[in-house]
């Protein structure tokens, strides 16, 4: 288990590559106030290195984690999985486009690289099933378990209050 690895360490010529197999440390995530765990714990990743002429590293990860939390439309229990893969290059001295803030002086920080990498893998929700309906806005219940006709009357449009109120007499009478 690591959450950093020294580069330098590796002794990779130029054009040289390497694949690493590690255990990486992942904290939980926070959406939307409420905390996801992060599953495996540690996560078992693979890296794909090599080593760029000049100073500097390409880099892949990849890793499959699972996040456990409420589902953001039912709030019962969610345990999504999730395939990630993400891709850096470091090549100092090539502008700033060219520099991972995950490589300082030879050294990898994956802990950062990870959390990062899964936070952009997200969806915009996470839910406990892809066809979850959520609750009911009226009355809270779950719709996933509700019967399919649950519904409830809608209240009348505010807007049309003030015809409501209009009284209109018979000319005839």
């Known amino acids: 288990m690591t959450d950093t690895l020294d580069l330098a360490r590796l002794r990779l ?3 040289e590559g390497r694949r690493v197999e590690l255990e990486v440390p992942i ?18 990743v693979r890296l794909d290195l090599s080593r760029t002429t000049g100073p ?3 880099l892949r990860l990849r890793f499959a ?39 300082e002086a030879e050294t ?13 893998a997200l969806p915009a929700a996470i839910l406990c099933r892809t066809d979850c309906r959520g609750l009911c ?17 809608r209240a009348p449009d ?6 409501r109120e209009l009284r209109v007499e018979d000319p005839a009478a």
Not at 27 to 44: F, K, Q, T
Not at 158 to 163: G, Q, S, Y
């Open 108 to 120: 990898l920080d994956l802990r950062a690289w990870g959390r990062d990498a899964l936070a952009l």
């Open 27 to 44: 904290e939980a995530v926070r959406l939307g106030g409420d905390p996801y765990a992060v599953a495996p714990s540690p996560v078992p």
């Open 56 to 58: 500097g590293w390409a």
């Open 158 to 163: 505010p807007r049309w209050a003030a015809l």
């Open 65 to 103: 984690a699972t996040l456990a939390g409420p589902c953001m439309r039912c709030l019962e229990p969610a345990a999504p999985g999730f395939e990630v893969e993400a891709y850096e290059v470091s090549k100092p001295g090539s502008g700033e486009e060219l520099r991972s803030p995950y490589v």
């Open 137 to 153: 806005p009226d009355c809270g219940i779950d719709l996933n378990a509700a019967p399919p006709d649950h519904a409830h009357e």
């Open 13 to 15: 010529s130029p054009g």
